[in-house]
């Protein structure tokens, strides 16, 4: 640990200040047996701090890990005026995001069924949302492709060809039909 911290001082790495909730880590553990830890941490220089001065990092929500994943936040305004103000889905997934982080910093400080109860609606609420502009984002993605064409046109024409010569099902002497890869590797090496 003692090398660890030389490094930082040799170094003259800063921690990254937090925005939100600042506890990275959950037991995942509901009502009273729940615990919070901050464990996760980022750590820069003072030349990027100099060219990123607003620089931040932010936790975003649990999904499949007991870690938060943590965004690192390089602010440029435009971008921001474009994404929170003029694009109202992803400006409702955002105050769902906040909704839910702020529920989760009220557990974190004592339980209260009512904050639990929002924060499950919320984060449901906020899947929604999150698989609606997933799809948004699909159908633009087809639409352009759409418009442009198959560029690579060889590539799939070669890919039908090779799935038209795949077998994908194999029925034997006695009536079965095998469908899975592995059976029908099965039989072809026991009857060669």
Known sequence: MEDFCNFIDAGGLMEISFRGNKFSWCNGQSEMVRSWARLDRALCNLCCLELFPSV???CLDRQSSDHAPMLLGLVDPVLHWNSDVF????????????RVEEG??????????????DVLASRLELSIWQKG????????????????????????????????????????????????????????????
Request: proline share 1%; aromatic share 6%.
């Open 104 to 117: 989760e910093v009220s557990l974190q400080e004592g339980f209260s069924e009512d904050v639990e109860n």
């Open 87 to 98: 694009g109202w889905t992803g400006a409702h997934i955002k105050r769902l995001e906040a």
């Open 56 to 58: 931040s990092l932010k």
């Open 133 to 192: 502009e997933e799809l948004r984002i699909a159908q633009q993605v087809k639409n352009v492709w759409i418009d442009h064409g198959e560029i690579n046109s060889s590539f799939f024409k070669a890919m039908q060809v090779r799935r038209a010569r795949m077998v994908t099902k194999m029925q034997l002497s006695d009536g079965r039909v095998l469908s899975s890869p592995e059976e029908i590797h099965d039989a072809a090496v026991v009857h060669f």
